[in-house]
């Protein structure tokens, strides 16, 4: 059940209207049962999953909890940690590692027809981390099943995240059974709740979709296509992964706002990050602080000098491209964002003389700006090997990216015959400008797009979100002739 989908448009309300009147102490429950409906529609066989996943982590805080012996804590932990890992491997790296295994030995290997369950990734994430958090100490395990097995699966975050925290949203879900009505029909989280979901429907629908267009037909069909055509793909796919992705994120946040519910932000403006640091605390947030709270740290952190930091950091980055997907592309992807990470940190103190020599601003916007399109411009790089299919691809589209000048196909029209045509353009073109405006605002004003119209004069923001929503329902890419695309994190 996609949120683009008139299917979600239906559940939604229903889902919503039925947790306001039903009695408060079977508002978990209903949302439990609803959040197994909405993830049954992708493939009913995979609830097995997610309940083995939650009745695991579930039982170890309950254990950690009756041990004292540090010995069996660590087992109880390695032992969940094993079981729901080692589902994942089999589901999403089994094929993937016995191919490179034999491919190595010079042997074939046919793959086994294995389903990749929808938001696997996510959940065990979810999962594993309370029971980490538990042994920690962090937080008391749960003892209400129920209210636990919302926590795994609540179905705005469950299939792509944000991946939370149990301090954060355990706490919230048993509030839902202690909030009057009247707090449930709070008008101004409502507001935002929806502002939010229209914005992330405006990012879906007329951003990534359509921009999906022209980059699909580029790297479906790479011999087709010269310099101009893959310099629109560069530049595309890096758009299209943020407003798809962001789209998700954002609509899932909007949605559980209406069940007073505040789930982590998970972008903040990335394509205004001043440096490839910059850009990981801004992009994927849920995930990347997952990685340094349960991996980097761990590992050691920055506490063990410069050169074990920066080993620190190339192991995390080659996890987070395996994380993504079953591909050498995306372990490479990784890497590279792990390497790049590294030669700023050595070239850092460099860095700061020199901005210092040259009295640099660093609050000026031009400043800031220059230095975000120095960064996209890498992140966008990167961004050609997570997309591409193989190595082989990803060269050819550097390669004729380079080599294939036809730069005349800008000002003739060509350009008009990749996928859109000028209207289409013109609309991409005015979306893209909103997307700027709000981002910027976020840069500035440090507050999300709900937030910051939730601060403003109450025409102003009516005005805003009714023109938002017509033209996402007038300019949108959806309805007949047009192929509903899944969120590309889906398959992660």
Partial sequence: MLFN?????IFFPIVFLVFLVIPKRLRQIWLLGCSYFFYMCWDYRCIVLILFSTVATYVSGLLLEKQASEAKKKLIVATCLLSNFGILFVFKYFNFVAGSVMRVAGRGFDPFNIILPVGISFYT?????YTIDCYRGKIAPERNFIRYALFVSFFPQL????????????GQIDNLSKMSRRDILDIRRIQEGFILMTWGMFLKLVIADRVAVIVDNVYDNVY?????????????????????FASYSTIAIGAARFFNITLMENFDAPYFATSVTDFWRRWHISLSSWFRDYLYIPLGGNRNGKARKLLNLLIVFTCSGLWHGANWTFVFWGAMHGVLLVIENLLKPWIRRIDEYMGVNKKNVGFMLCRAAVVTLIADAAWVFFRADSFGQAYTFFYRLFTRGDWWKLFDGTIYTYGLDITEMWILAIGMMILVVVDFIRVRKGLHFGKYLMGEYAVFRVVVVVALLIFTIVFGQYGPGFDSKEFIYFQF
């Fill in 5 to 9: 989908s008139l299917d979600f448009l």
């Fill in 125 to 129: 994430f979810q999962a594993v981390g």
């Fill in 159 to 170: 299939v792509t995240g944000p991946i939370e925290r149990s301090g954060n949203l355990l």
């Fill in 224 to 244: 087709m296509y010269g310099s101009v055509g893959f310099l629109m793909a560069f530049f595309g796919f890096g758009l299209q992964i943020y407003c798809d």
